[in-house]
């Protein structure tokens, strides 16, 4: 069991806009703004696409954005794509045991 | 632009040690926090542990009896090392970097099987 939640799959048409969650805990990012998510396709290195809650990092497109509400992060992603299936994993530092957790990570499907 | 590049044995036997090694191309090690996690099948990311400077380490509590996490400047390698496997450490493993609060760069990962 991951120390993030997030839900396993998640699905949109391409032009959609689909969200996911990550639910972590008061120790990690309901206290420190340092949630990164990041994306992953088959066969390939996972890439960062949102740093420090919501911060696009160089190249990566505007249509990613993230955001946070008590312990619970989210990405957005807008105006779906067919190249924007993969595997996305989000990531906390947090005050207890390892600095850094993970969550089970999110398949998305662009039907 | 820095690439890494994961490399190490695909199968390895229980009980015995688990080496793999991450060249970094096209960057230096100096001033990066470099980071070790894993996969395993089916379920999510697992942070390992890091190395700073060739001299600062932190681990995974859960890992911290069985593993070194260790560089090598002259040829630009980091390494991780792993005692005691079990089949709960076959995953898929992953070298990256980070840049402070965010992994910025990442390797494609190798795949290890402990398995006799």
């Known amino acids: 069991q991951s120390a993030l939640t997030q839900p396993a799959s998640v699905s949109g048409s391409p032009g959609q806009s689909i969200t996911i969650s990550c639910t972590g805990t008061?120790?990690?990012?309901?206290?420190?703004?340092?949630v990164s998510w990041y994306q992953q396709h088959p066969g390939e290195a996972p890439k960062v696409i949102i740093f420090?809650?919501?911060n696009r990092p160089s190249g990566v497109s505007k249509r990613f954005s993230g955001s946070k509400s008590g312990n619970t992060a989210s990405l957005t992603i807008s105006g779906l794509q067919a190249e924007d299936e993969g595997d996305f994993y989000c990531s906390s530092y947090t005050s207890t045991g390892t600095p850094w957790v993970f969550g089970g990570g999110t398949k998305l499907t662009v039907l | 632009q820095v690439q890494l590049q994961e490399s190490g044995p695909g199968l390895v036997k229980p009980s015995e040690t688990l080496s793999l090694t991450c060249t970094v191309s096209?960057?230096?090690?100096?001033?990066?926090?470099w980071t070790w996690i894993r996969r395993p099948p089916g379920k999510g990311l697992e942070w390992i542990g890091f190395v700073y400077d060739s001299e600062t380490t932190s681990y995974n509590p859960s890992l911290q009896s069985r593993v070194t996490i260790s560089t090598d400047t002259s040829k630009n390698k980091v390494s991780l090392t792993l005692t005691s496997v079990t089949a709960a450490d076959t995953a898929v493993y992953y070298c990256?970097?980070?840049?402070?609060?965010?992994?910025?760069?990442w390797g494609k990962g190798t795949t290890v099987i402990v398995s006799s």
């Open positions: 420090n809650v919501n």
């Open positions: 990256a970097r980070r840049e402070i609060t965010h992994l910025d760069v």
């Open positions: 096209g960057g230096s090690l100096n001033d990066y926090y």
């Open positions: 008061n120790s990690d990012i309901g206290t420190y703004n340092y």
